[in-house]
T-cell receptor, first 114, second 115 residues
């Protein structure tokens, strides 16, 4: 089966600019996650969707970050305006409804804010 | 509150040596799941193993083995006869199913296998 697809692979922007990341999960996976991984740290959950509804966005900085999954399939994560501390790898993952069976991760988007 | 600790930040071994990566998960839950993921330089997180809290049998998969001891909250991962391709960051990740109901990660252990 095809894995979790993410694009772009790399992105460099200046601070205060906006950026968007795209994720296409494994077909049939109801749950989609966005994680932020800062260099040298473990991934941290930003937002979790089940179908097209938000389950958990408690750690999403909502003043600058937004995410949507309009048709319950692919998802977009946006940052506007970006700050230097947003430099990180943004990982998308998906799982079936049986979430404790584990997640499948994409290759991530490496964002550098200069 | 749940807490996962990977005390080893970086480990270096010479090829063919055995290496054990430690993970301690502190929780009041009696039922939980623990995962190990590998993150090679390419950046993708690769699933290695899933274990539930009721299963304390050791598991072996090729050169990989896992030892889960509920009494000490430890879920350690051993690589036997390490190879250069094992060089990666390894994450222990509990699944929190009573609170946030999602996977959360330790800080990771960077393993370097020297040829």
């Amino acid at each position: 089966e095809a894995g979790v697809a993410q694009s772009p692979r790399y992105k460099i922007i200046e601070k205060r600019q906006s950026v968007a990341f795209w994720c296409n999960p494994i077909s049939g996976h109801a749950t989609l996650y966005w994680y932020q991984q800062i260099l040298g740290q473990g991934p941290k959950l930003l937002i979790q969707f089940q179908n097209n509804g938000v389950v958990d966005d408690s750690q999403l900085p909502k003043d600058r970050f937004s995410a949507e999954r309009l048709k319950g399939v692919d998802s977009t994560l946006k940052i506007q305006p970006a700050k230097l501390e947003d430099s990180a790898v943004y990982l998308c993952a998906s799982s079936s409804l049986q979430k404790n069976y584990g997640y499948t991760f994409g290759s991530g988007t490496r964002l550098t804010v200069v | 509150a749940q807490k996962v600790t990977q005390a080893q930040t970086e480990i270096s071994v010479v090829e063919k040596e055995d290496v054990t990566l430690d993970c301690v998960y502190e929780t009041r839950d009696t039922t939980y799941y623990l995962f190990w993921y590998k993150q090679p330089p390419s950046g993708e997180l690769v699933f290695l193993i899933r274990r539930n809290s009721f299963d304390e049998q050791n598991e072996i998969s090729g050169r990989y083995s896992w030892n889960f001891q509920k009494s000490t909250s430890s879920f350690n991962f051993t690589i036997t006869a390490s190879q250069v391709v094992d060089s990666a960051v390894y994450f222990c990740a509990p699944f929190d199913q009573t609170g946030a109901n999602n996977l959360f990660f330790g800080t990771g252990t960077r393993l370097t296998v020297i040829p």
